[in-house]
């Protein structure tokens, strides 16, 4: 394997301090186990104070925002500038989670204007793009995530995207416990990653693509027997330690 295999976890509007503390304790005691699988945790941002010193040094994890605004500072009462993660040691930041997009109108261009300031301050966005039910239905997945990254080549160029994560999360698929057909999502990926390829073939394979909607530890299975997914962006499974922990090994069994 020439790419490290990543794997998010997105804790979205959930935890406590405590739950924090004991996750990273746990996690802390298997980072010898991990070899080239990294581990990216995007708690809620509060907590992040708590567990950044003893990620300073560390090889394989990780932690990511699960949003930056586009100002570095000033009046704009709630948000937190990419400024603000650097100090705190985060090293990615998801970007165009669906959940963002339907809840608070982030629109293409919002997304492109984050992705933007991320990637000038050196923090790996990870871009998230997906489709909804009647699109898929429709056979329009490919043509919409396009459309979801376009934007950012169009304003930014190609080169723009060299070594970020690009996940594809179809939206029926988050939270639902309907888990995406694995052939339907490395299809989906390989276009995506083809049409990266046209415009420029040594960013394409230097992206981590990713696939993402109620993955678990039983259906991750189907999901490791190719080359074109290179990791996965994990919601609820990724909550307790244990279920999390159980992809863990399913995957490192798979890499070895
Ligand atoms: P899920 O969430 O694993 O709970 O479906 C995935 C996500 O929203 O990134």
Not at 53 to 78: C, E, H, M, P
Request: charged residues 25%; hydrophobic residues 40%.
């Amino acid at each position: 394997m020439t790419k490290d295999f990543l794997i998010i976890g997105n804790w979205k509007l959930n935890g406590t301090k405590k739950h924090v503390l004991s996750f990273f304790k746990k996690l802390d005691k298997i980072k010898d186990e991990l070899s080239n699988l990294k581990i990216v945790i995007a708690i809620p941002i509060i907590y992040t104070g708590f567990v950044y010193k003893r990620l300073i040094n560390s090889k394989n994890i990780f932690l990511s925002a699960q949003n930056v605004d586009t100002n570095i500072y000033g009046a704009f009462t709630g948000e937190i500038s990419i400024k603000m993660l650097k100090d705190l040691n985060i090293k990615y930041v998801i970007l165009g989670h669906s959940e963002r997009r339907f809840f608070h109108k982030e629109t293409n261009e919002i997304v492109s204007e984050k992705f933007f300031i991320s990637y000038k301050n050196k923090i790996t966005p990870i871009i998230c793009v997906g489709e909804n039910i009647e699109e898929f239905k429709m056979n329009k997945s490919y043509e919409v995530c396009l459309s979801q990254i376009k934007l950012i080549i169009k304003k930014f160029g190609i080169k723009s995207l060299r070594k970020v994560v690009i996940a594809y999360e179809p939206i029926w698929s988050i939270g639902t416990g309907y888990c995406a057909n694995p052939n339907h999502v490395i299809k989906i990926i390989k276009k995506i990653k083809n049409y990266i390829k046209k415009n420029n073939y040594e960013i394409s394979n230097s992206i981590i693509y990713q696939y993402g909607g109620s993955v678990n530890h039983n259906n991750i299975i189907d999901f490791l027997d190719n080359k074109i997914i290179n990791g996965f962006l994990i919601g609820n499974a990724s909550l307790k330690f244990n279920s999390f922990y159980k992809i863990i090994k399913k995957i490192l069994g798979k890499l070895k």
